[in-house]
């Protein structure tokens, strides 16, 4: 078994079928189904059935994939390394970002590129929980997160801590700073995350603490989406107040709450004990204060 026979493999099992497999590969299919063969006979157990037109992982068949998958990522890994002891930092660094710490990013894109040209980028948006698992997979290098999430597998560095704000459309005729227990009757629209705790919690909560319960009329995953209809006139919504530097304001007025007490930490996180690309180093090294 060798590096060639694992990269056949890994593209049958992605492509489920041989022929799409060769197209991918650039090669014969003769050639590839072959290899499979010999693969097969070599560990001397069945990889691969036929369901239909696809071609169906067995049991065995999943550990080599997962395993494979696993070996062709530290090789890859291990080629950028060898490749970036040279003096110019290249490749590509995918950085995952909850549309809440989008704010921080692009004056540090900006500057890096500036520095680094022939680094490219690739970014993906999506919740905590979500980010989370993108950096296990090995999806993405470093990720800017909103806590609480499970830190066990990460190292990170903490960013400054963000007050929420109230955000209402701008034709509402409140005044410039509420106190909590002011906004009761406000029709309210959270930011709720797919899995775990996150800012729908950490707001609701802080408001049972003090026997106060919300005029809830929406949940929605995306700040965007929120932020829009809000603008349109449907409810407010209560943001981490760094959130709004990603977003134009017009249609929409910024309530300061007195007596807000809710704060939201977030942080920049990636792997614990696993290799770091020259680039995803540098780029973190951008958050740090003493940058």
């Not at 060639?4 to 890994?10: E, G, K, N, W």
């Not at 979500?130 to 499970?150: F, G, H, K, S, T």
């Not at 929409?252 to 690309?277: F, H, Q, T």
């Amino acid at each position: 078994m060798d590096l060639r026979q694992l990269r056949y493999f890994t593209a049958i099992a992605q492509e489920k079928q041989i022929t799409r497999a060769a197209k991918k590969l650039h090669m014969a299919q003769p050639p590839l189904s072959h290899q499979l063969k010999l693969l097969e006979q070599e560990l001397g157990v069945l990889l691969m059935e036929r369901n239909g037109k696809e071609m169906v992982l067995t049991e065995s068949g999943e550990v080599l994939y997962i395993r494979a998958n696993e070996l062709l990522k530290r090789l890859e890994e291990t080629e950028i390394e060898v490749k970036e002891v040279g003096d110019g930092l290249i490749g590509s660094l995918a950085i995952g970002t909850v549309k809440t710490c989008f704010s921080y990013i692009p004056e540090r894109l900006r500057l890096f590129r500036k520095e680094y040209p022939l680094v490219t980028f690739n970014i993906k948006s999506g919740d905590s929980f979500l980010l989370a698992q993108y950096l296990r997979n090995r999806e993405i290098d470093l990720a800017l997160v909103r806590l609480p999430i499970d830190m066990n597998d990460f190292s990170f560095l903490p960013l400054p801590t963000d007050k929420f704000v109230l955000v209402i459309p701008s034709e509402w005729d409140l005044p410039k700073s509420m106190k909590m227990v002011d906004t009761l009757e406000i029709p309210l629209m959270l930011l709720q995350q797919t899995s775990g705790v996150g800012l729908y919690e950490l707001v609701v909560d802080e408001y049972k603490k003090r026997g106060l319960e919300l005029n809830i009329i929406c949940e929605c995953p995306d700040a965007a989406i929120l932020l829009f209809l809000v603008r349109e006139g449907v409810g407010a919504t209560l943001l981490p107040e760094s959130t709004l530097l990603s977003f134009p304001l017009n249609g929409l007025k910024i309530i300061e709450i007195e007596d807000c007490i809710i704060e939201s930490k977030s942080a920049v996180v990636w792997l614990k004990d696993r290799y770091l690309s020259k680039s995803a180093k540098r780029f973190i090294d951008t958050f740090n204060p003493t940058h």
